[in-house]
């Protein structure tokens, strides 16, 4: 199998360095870093390193952005994706091999240091399919799977690996749990990668509710289930903001100024997701994929043959 590693990056030119010590180490066929418009020396960095295949610079704040424009260059069979905050575990090359051994995507664990790894993936049913989930930022594809998908929506924010899980069960396409394809989390980060490699700095429901409703109208429609299921995280999230102003660890003007986030956040993803749905009739659901466009690289240095 050819792997290529995809490793998108925003402005984290430390925690990309050990993340790409440890890929040298897992020895992949190619690696590929993906720079949105850093201003911390990660450009310079990367192509002094001889690790490095190929570095593509983008000038989008937007990680499905990033992976997409990796597929674009990847020249593997398999394609990985490695979020920058992540340092690979020994063996997880081999791992990920045997993931897409009988399966077109695979996903492993992720852990903190002298933490035990998860034991299983997340999984729900939702209108009759099976999603398992991906961690998006240890996560590998067959190159036919992302083809025939088109890749990530680049109309997410965030969520974008979670939308391709949805997509995945619409295409009856199974995703393999690998325990042993296992990668670490450097301690001092606190925020979740997509967020980062977004140009993110915190929680914001805003994205996050417009990610949730939009991809759960683009894939399912206009049904109850959808409605109960913003609904039931609207409740959950807003009990826990509530909790933290009784606690004094919030104000009152900060938990309804996050109501008015989840609103508006959840409005502007129905009407994306109604345009979404009309907009790709077909199982892969994706009107703003890797066919979309082809433009998203500013700069592309290569030094393979």
Not at 133 to 138: F, H, K, Q, S, T
Request: charged content about 25%; proline content about 5%; glycine content about 12%.
């Amino acid at each position: 199998m050819k792997l290529s590693v995809v490793v998108p990056t925003l402005n984290s030119r430390d925690q990309l360095a050990a993340c790409l010590g440890a890929l040298s180490a897992a020895d992949p066929t190619e690696c590929l870093v993906v720079n949105g418009p850093s201003a911390d020396g990660t450009s310079g960095m990367c192509r002094e390193r001889d690790d490095v295949d190929v570095l593509v610079e983008i000038d989008a704040r937007n990680v499905n952005v990033a992976r997409n424009a990796g597929i674009q260059l990847a020249r593997g069979d398999a394609v990985a994706f490695v979020s920058h905050d992540l340092t690979v575990d020994a063996g997880w090359t081999d791992a990920v091999e045997r993931g897409l051994a009988d399966a077109v995507a695979t996903t492993g664990p992720v852990h903190a240091p002298d933490e035990p790894a998860s034991d299983g993936p997340e999984s729900r049913t939702i209108g009759g399919r099976q999603v398992t989930y991906l961690d998006g930022g240890n996560a590998a594809f067959s190159r036919d799977v992302l083809t025939e998908l088109d890749g990530f929506d680049e109309s997410l924010d965030v969520g974008g690996a979670r939308d391709i899980a949805h997509r995945l069960a619409a295409i009856e396409e199974s995703v393999h749990w690998e325990p042993s394809m296992t990668a670490t989390r450097r301690s001092d980060t606190a925020i979740q990668p997509s967020v980062l490699a977004d140009g993110g700095d915190g929680p914001n429901w805003q994205w996050r509710y417009r990610s949730l409703t939009y991809r759960l109208v683009k894939n399912y429609g206009l049904r109850p289930t959808v409605a109960y299921r913003v609904a039931r995280h609207a409740v959950a999230d807003g009990a826990g903001a509530a909790r933290d102003v009784l606690g004094g660890e919030g104000t009152p003007s900060r938990w309804a100024g996050n109501g008015r986030d989840v609103f508006t956040g959840t409005l502007g993803g129905l009407t994306k997701g109604v345009r979404a749905r009309l907009g790709d009739r077909t199982p892969r659901r994706n009107p703003n994929g890797l066919s979309a466009r082809a433009d998203r690289a500013v700069a592309v240095h290569d030094r393979r043959d």
